[in-house]
């Protein structure tokens, strides 16, 4: 494995950590340098066909629900770490918030194009690391979802209190949710966020609907919280601190 740091523009600097599949999440976390954290906050999923609206409703939830709660706490956030989607949300709340906050990105090496890493990538599916982060832990695969097994072992390492918190999302998103309520961990799914989300909130309100068998297990999990997009942010916060007290 190798540990680097990053600099953006914004002034902001994280460690970067290039690990092998098949390394160990302790072996990670020895070398990466995040603080152990009391909880972790897994977030999945996307922004992808969603209008403007559903995207502020989604950048104030971020900013005003999960964010506050991660400080109050001192919980680490883990997600994909690139620059789009719900993760470019989360890495801009983080970067408003008054009170640090770990932010951990996981991602698959093949993928990123920031030019200060070695091997950086030049597809045009590739995506450039989110400027907020404070920890980012590059998995040695060239395809979107070579990360996913990596980032549910190093939740599951540090040994504190889990909740995943499922935004619109596709196939990956899906196989994440799904081995999340397999860990036994409570998913919070962001209802009226579209695609995958919707799909298990349509199933958990009426199991015949199921479009998937992923989303019909996720539903029968009983792992499952609801939680509407337009939604109040106070009433996430206590969601998630009564998960993760």
């Given amino acids: 494995m190798r540990k680097d740091a990053i600099a953006f523009e914004n002034g902001n600097r994280a460690n970067v950590i290039t690990a092998p599949c098949d390394a160990s999440a302790r072996a990670i976390l020895d070398i990466l340098g995040i603080a152990p954290p009391h909880a972790v906050i897994l977030l999945f999923g996307g922004a992808a066909k969603l209008d403007d609206s559903r995207k502020t409703q989604l950048a104030t939830l971020l900013a005003d629900g999960v964010a506050p709660v991660a400080a109050e706490l001192g919980a680490v956030i883990i997600d994909g770490g690139t620059q789009s989607g ?3 949300m989360m890495g801009e709340a983080v970067g408003q918030s008054k009170t640090a906050i770990q932010l951990l990105g996981i991602a698959p090496k093949g993928k990123i194009t920031n030019p200060e890493i070695a091997g950086a990538s ?52 899906a196989d994440e949710a799904l081995q999340s309520v397999r860990n036994g961990w409570q998913l919070f799914v962001i209802e009226g966020s579209g695609r995958f989300a919707d799909q298990v909130s349509l199933a958990v ?23 509407r997009v337009d939604n109040s942010s106070q009433k996430l916060q206590t969601e998630l601190r009564k998960t993760l007290s």
């Fill in 122 to 173: 030049h597809a045009s599916e590739g995506a450039s690391l989110e400027p907020n982060h404070s920890h980012f832990v590059l998995v040695e695969s060239d395809q979107w979802g070579g990360e996913t097994s990596t980032m549910l072992e190093l939740a599951r390492a540090f040994d504190v209190p889990i909740a995943a918190i499922l935004v619109n999302g596709g196939e990956i998103a």
């Fill in 205 to 227: 309100r009426d199991a015949q609907s199921a479009k998937s068998v992923a989303a019909s297990e996720i539903a029968r999990s009983g792992r499952v919280i609801l939680f």
């Fill in 86 to 88: 719900v993760m470019a």
